[in-house]
T-cell receptor, first 114, second 110 residues
Framework: KAGVTQTPRYLIKTRGQQVTLSCSPISGHRSVSWYQQTPGQGLQFLFE???????NKGNFPGRFSGRQFSNSRSEMNVSTLELGDSALYLC?????????????FGAGSRLTVL | AQRVTQPEKLLSVFKGAPVELKCNYSYSGSPELFWYVQYSRQRLQLLLR??SRESIKGFTADLNKGETSFHLKKPFAQEEDSAMYYCALSRNSGNTPLVFGKGTRLSVIA
């Protein structure tokens, strides 16, 4: 079955702009998590959606937001971009039940803010 | 709050030598522990989870609750083991996010 698909794979924005990233989970997976990956901080949890509801949220400012649609696809948005938002944004999906903590990651969306 | 510490940023070993990647965690409850791996130009993927008690690609990891550790071990390193390894923890409820350590880059020298 198809893996987790993230689009776009690469994007360049300037400070102050906003960006929307998309994630299509594995078919049947209802949970989608987002992580920010940087060389200095590693993987930091942004938020998790399950059945269109935000179930968990990390310690990121309100400029970072997300949503999930009825088909489990998810988007995350970052408004008023800052240089420090440059990172690889990873999406991961998981199934319910005993596999809930087994994440399948996408290839990521690499955001560069100039 | 949960925290995962991987004390080594980089670990270099010779091919055929034993490998131990350290992971310590802080969490007062009953955790679920994982190792994830990212090979060059590949996606981050699950290597093993402690509840499975499996050996994957020759790697094993034992949860030591007394020492709050979950070290990853392999008796004989191979060149293809070179990768970035992340230890991760979740509260054992299936409804909480994974917290990752900052990772250890393993370099196996031929």
């Amino acid at each position: 079955k198809a893996g987790v698909t993230q689009t776009p794979r690469y994007l360049i924005k300037t400070r102050g702009q906003q960006v929307t990233l998309s994630c299509s989970p594995i078919s049947g997976h209802r949970s989608v998590s987002w992580y920010q990956q940087t060389p200095g901080q590693g993987l930091q949890f942004l938020f998790e959606y399950f059945s269109e509801t935000q179930r968990n949220k990390g310690n990121f400012p309100g400029r970072f937001s997300g949503r999930q649609f009825s088909n489990s696809r998810s988007e995350m948005n970052v408004s008023t971009l800052e240089l420090g938002d440059s990172a690889l944004y990873l999406c991961a999906s998981s199934s319910a039940g005993s596999g809930a903590n087994v994440l399948t990651f996408g290839a990521g969306s690499r955001l560069t803010v100039l | 709050a949960q925290r995962v510490t991987q004390p080594e940023k980089l670990l270099s070993v010779f091919k055929g030598a034993p490998v131990e990647l350290k992971c310590n965690y802080s969490y007062s409850g009953s955790p679920e522990l994982f190792w994830y791996v990212q090979y060059s130009r590949q996606r981050l993927q699950l290597l093993l989870r402690h509840i499975s008690r499996e050996s994957i690609k020759g790697f094993t990891a034992d949860l030591n609750k007394g020492e709050t550790s979950f070290h990853l071990k392999k008796p004989f390193a191979q060149e293809e083991d070179s990768a970035m390894y992340y230890c991760a923890l979740s509260r054992n409820s299936g409804n909480t996010p994974l917290v990752f350590g900052k990772g250890t880059r393993l370099s196996v020298i031929a």
